[in-house]
T-cell receptor, first 116, second 111 residues
């Protein structure tokens, strides 16, 4: 079946522009995660959804970052007034569920954001 | 200080060599441990989970030492296709789900 998909794959924005990054999780996956991966670093957790509920947004770096998943499926990560330090690969991951037992997180290919 | 620390490498080894990667984590309450593999410009993919009893998957062996807060990955008989970045990953009990990644260790296997 289809894996996690993300669009666009590449985005170039001028400093100050707003951007929206989309994630289509694996069908039926309850949990959805966003991570940010800067060049030469490991991914860093941004936020977590269980269905449509955003249960954890502790990793969002500033109030310019906003994520939503209104119908519990597709998610959008929005970055307002982009800055150069926002340049990174934004990875989306989904997993079947979250509970006592860890469920493998499957990653999408990422959106590479470059802010000029 | 990052919660998960790894030697970034790069490790350059010839085909057939055995190579070991190490990782330390700072949160003693961490509860789940993994190695992920990430190819250049690709997404991370789960390589294997890591258990205190140690576990093996073909040429790959992972070990966890909770007392020392230390995780290792051993790759035997290296193949060219093993060239990638290996990410040490920990889940802390305070979240229960967020993956905490190390910086990754780069491996290049040469002919």
């Amino acid at each position: 079946g289809a894996g996690v998909s993300q669009s666009p794959r590449y985005k170039v924005a001028k400093r100050g522009q707003d951007v929206a990054l989309r994630c289509d999780p694996i069908s039926g996956h309850v949990s959805l995660f966003w991570y940010q991966q800067a060049l030469g670093q490991g991914p860093e957790f941004l936020t977590y959804f269980q269905n449509e509920a955003q249960l954890d947004k502790s990793g969002l770096p500033s109030d310019r970052f906003f994520a939503e998943r209104p119908e519990g499926s597709v998610s959008t990560l929005k970055i307002q007034r982009t800055q150069q330090e926002d340049s990174a690969v934004y990875l989306c991951a989904s997993s079947l569920a979250w509970g006592d037992r860890y469920n493998e997180q499957f990653f999408g290919p990422g959106t590479r954001l470059t802010v000029l | 200080r990052k919660e998960v620390e790894q030697d970034p490498g790069p490790f350059n080894v010839p085909e057939g060599a055995t190579v070991a990667f190490n990782c330390t984590y700072s949160n003693s309450a961490s509860q789940s441990f993994f190695w992920y593999r990430q190819d250049c410009r690709k997404e991370p993919k789960l390589l294997m989970s890591v258990y205190s009893s140690g576990n093996e998957d073909g040429r790959f062996t992972a070990q966890l030492n909770r007392a020392s807060q230390y995780i290792s990955l051993l790759i035997r008989d290296s193949k060219l296709s093993d060239s990638a970045t290996y990410l040490c990953v920990v889940i802390s009990s305070n979240s229960g789900y967020a993956l905490n990644f190390g910086k990754g260790t780069s491996l290049l296997v040469t002919p």
